[in-house]
């Protein structure tokens, strides 16, 4: 059973009481989402050789 | 004309058509996003592997039985795939991926590093981890479309289609995780240094 705090209960049930928006990101979010690109690029990652081989492999065996 | 001036659905083709370079280059094309979409979710590399792998081999069997019906749209439908993969891991996991840090990180852990001395901690790399764990605590829907749209680069369309709901739901997804990752900075008055 997965224990919350309040803290992260606080977090689950953010008040998101914006209505779904009708078109893109405000400005706000952009230049937000922006200033976040480079943070979340440094997350990119790339599966290991090993794995695309045994992928090939298998599609070569059919 | 070389492999990578093609477009995915030429490649597609190619594949079909017996050119194993076809997939190649396919994978060799996408590889990043989809992997870094999976790992993203599920915060394991070998577990992320192993859906990597699953998700190709369900891609090679539907383009080899001649199922596949989505030209010009590879990339969306091998996510989709991907991400369906990690619904049903969670699902045989009977856990979500809402809170659940598979590295063993912990927001709390950070929360401390700022009390001790929070102009010394802020530095890249921390503030790179700090984001990280602020991503993993969004709820999962918010999560999901982050991670589909910044890693995958995907349109709202897309991400909707993948998802099962409307374009403004998930564009509406997008705005509360981005809200909610801005008011996490604010609450633990983090901010980005980026230069």
Known sequence: MIQLSTFELNLLFLENTIDEPSCALSKDDNDFYNTLKEELDKEIRHPHPSSIESILAYSRSL | ?195
Do not use: C
Request: glycine fraction near 6%.
């Open chain 2, 1 to 195: 004309m070389k492999l990578q001036g093609k477009i995915d659905h030429e490649l597609v083709h190619l594949y079909i058509a017996g050119q194993e370079s076809g997939l190649e280059e396919l994978i060799r094309r996408h590889k990043s996003k989809i992997y870094t979409s999976v790992y993203m979710l599920v915060k394991d590399e070998y577990l992320a592997e192993d859906i990597f792998q699953d998700t190709f081999i369900k891609v090679i069997n539907t383009l080899k039985a001649g199922k596949y019906n989505e030209e010009g749209k590879f990339l969306p439908w091998v996510l989709r795939i991907a991400h369906n993969l990690v619904i049903d891991y969670f699902r045989k996991e009977k856990r979500t991926p809402v809170i659940t840090n598979g590295d063993g990180f912990d927001i709390f852990d950070v929360l401390g590093f700022y009390d001790e001395s929070i102009e010394e901690k802020m530095v890249r790399d921390q503030t790179h981890k700090d984001l990280k764990a602020m991503i993993q605590l969004l709820p999962s829907e918010q999560k999901e479309v982050l991670i589909m749209r910044h890693y995958g680069d995907m349109s709202f369309k897309d991400i909707a289609e993948i998802t099962n709901v409307s374009i403004n739901t998930a564009l509406g997804r997008m705005r509360y995780a981005l809200n909610n990752l801005r008011k996490m900075m604010e609450t633990k008055e983090l901010s980005l240094k980026l230069h």
